[in-house]
């Protein structure tokens, strides 16, 4: 049985459920900074002040403007810290003001809205003034010993019109939002983005999982969005060892298979490389689980799929395995991500095929391996790539 169509490698994964979508844990890149600093620290910039107070008087008016400016104004950055890097203003309507720069460090930036804020001062030593909000907003001031003015603000851009301008970490091209690409043109929770104009699809993290053992699959999802899917021809990819193993021990048992990939010469970045496979759960229903792999040795993938478990507080679930191909997501200079397949021409492999002729049995304590036979046909391409 196959789900692989055979014009090609479009293993379509089963359409992503929103509502059992999990957070891919993204933050959008545009979301404000929290500022740092607030009444609560008054006090250590008290004893701050105090301190400062022995060495530069002179510089204490200024420090002690930042810090009542920082707990009154939701516009209006916090002021840096003595060793900390400061926040960025919380501007709306009107970019609030950033607030003033820590002893040494650089100043805040002007809040980013409509109309620019104005950059932070500068620390007093060296430290760097504030970048100016969107729209003009002015520079920062320098600071006093040597400091160097901010910069001012730059021209917001124009969310909808397909370009990625400062502020925004997605543009499709339109102002609606619930399209992964917000109103805003913020990258919204649970989606990829990627381009000009943005392309968005949902995260997936539907049976996406890590396997490191048959005991360790931990959920996680795709991180990046797959552009394209195509044969490892190039011997980018091949399957080096493919075993299926049990163990049964005080009344815990497991049953996986699992397999090392060899990855060479990918031409690209490698984002990760693992195993898909099609099962069915207890009740029949088809599912489709994606393992990715870990990389245990240079080059070298190890991944695997657990369908069978028992025992208390073991999991307690029994799939049937269906079929499985193996994959590698490769990511070009040009920031698409193709998926590359080794797969039985366009089919799935399955056990029984695999396992036609019998495999090399090891055993050791309560585990047992088989691995698959050279004739397997999932060593197709090992035998052109690794004579
Ligand atoms: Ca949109």
Redesign the pocket.
């Known amino acids: 049985m196959s789900h692989l169509p055979a014009s090609g490698r479009a293993l379509a994964p089963p359409a992503a459920d929103p509502g059992r979508r999990k957070s891919p844990g993204l933050v959008p890149a545009g979301g404000r900074v929290e500022s740092k600093l607030c009444c609560p620290h008054l006090r250590e910039w008290s004893r701050l002040r105090a301190l400062m107070k022995k060495v530069v008087s002179f510089a204490l008016a200024g420090i002690f403007v930042a810090d009542l400016v920082a707990c009154g104004s939701p516009d209006t950055g916090s002021s840096g810290g003595g060793t900390t890097t400061t926040s960025t203003g919380g501007g709306t309507v009107t970019g609030g003001a950033g607030g003033g720069g820590g002893q040494t460090i650089t100043g805040d930036t002007g809040g980013a809205t409509v109309t620019g804020g104005t950059g932070g001062v500068g620390g007093q030593t060296g430290g760097t003034g504030g970048v100016g909000g969107q729209t003009g907003g002015t520079g920062g001031v320098g600071g006093q010993t040597g400091g160097t003015g901010g910069v001012g603000g730059f021209v917001d851009g124009v969310c909808g019109d397909g370009v990625l301008s400062p502020g925004e970490t997605c543009d ?1 091209g ?4 619930g ?5 805003a043109c913020i990258i919204e929770s649970g989606f990829l983005c990627s381009g000009a104009p943005s392309v968005c699809q949902p995260a997936m993290c539907d049976d996406v999982a890590s396997w490191l053992g048959p005991d360790m699959t931990f959920g996680t999802c795709f991180g990046y969005l797959v552009s394209t899917n195509a044969d490892a021809n190039n011997c980018e990819l091949y399957v080096d060892v493919f075993g299926r193993g049990t163990y049964s021990v005080n009344g815990f048992s497991a049953k996986w298979i699992e397999a090392d990939l060899r990855v060479q010469s990918p031409n690209g970045q490698v984002m990760g490389a693992g195993l898909l496979v099609n099962y069915l759960d207890a009740a029949s229903l088809s599912h489709t689980a994606w393992r990715l792999g870990a990389e245990t040795s240079p080059g070298l993938w190890h991944t695997g799929f657990t369908w069978t478990k028992s025992g208390p507080g073991n999991g307690n679930f029994s799939f049937a395995v269906v079929d499985f191909a193996f994959f590698l997501d490769v990511k070009s200079a040009d920031g698409m991500v193709s998926r590359l397949w080794i797969s039985a021409n366009g089919q799935n492999y399955t056990l029984d095929e695999t396992y036609a002729t019998p495999g090399t049995i090891e055993s050791g304590g309560s585990t047992t391996i088989e691995y698959a036979s050279d004739m397997a046909s999932l060593f197709d391409q090992k035998h052109v790539c690794s004579p």
């Open positions: 499709d339109n102002t609606l939002g399209d992964g690409c917000s109103a």
